[in-house]
């Protein structure tokens, strides 16, 4: 079982940055793949970014690519999203879930923490 607790979102206004953590309970979180989801009001959840066990394979969806970046700590078992030059689209209730991102199946989620970008 891995539970994962996400923290690090709030209020900025555009062109600022924002780092979120996605922190996990269990020994196994190494051995998983985490990705960052998002959504916002009225639209479908969509991937941000994944990285897989190890750190060294990262994608991105297109929008945020030279932005966002996603690393992560297994010695913390902590996966971090570095939000920089946002904007007002980048709001939205962010999640990490752990899992196998080639196979996009994450069975394990957090509770999202709130990203609000102001103009």
């Known amino acids: 079982q891995v539970q994962l607790v996400e923290s690090g979102g709030g209020l900025v206004q555009a062109g600022g940055s924002l780092r979120l953590s996605c922190a996990a309970s269990g020994r196994t979180f190494s051995t998983y793949g985490v990705g960052w989801f998002r959504q916002a009001p009225g639209k479908e959840r969509e991937s941000v970014a994944d990285i897989n066990w190890s750190g060294g394979i990262t994608s991105y969806r297109a929008s945020v690519k030279g932005r966002f970046t996603i690393s992560r700590d297994n010695a913390k078992n902590t996966v971090y999203l570095q939000m920089n030059s946002l904007k007002p689209e980048d709001t939205a209730v962010y999640y990490c879930?752990?899992?196998?991102?080639?196979?996009?199946?994450?069975?394990?989620w957090g509770q999202g923490t709130q990203v609000t970008v102001s103009s």
């Open positions: 879930a752990a899992g196998n991102p080639v196979l996009s199946r994450y069975p394990y």
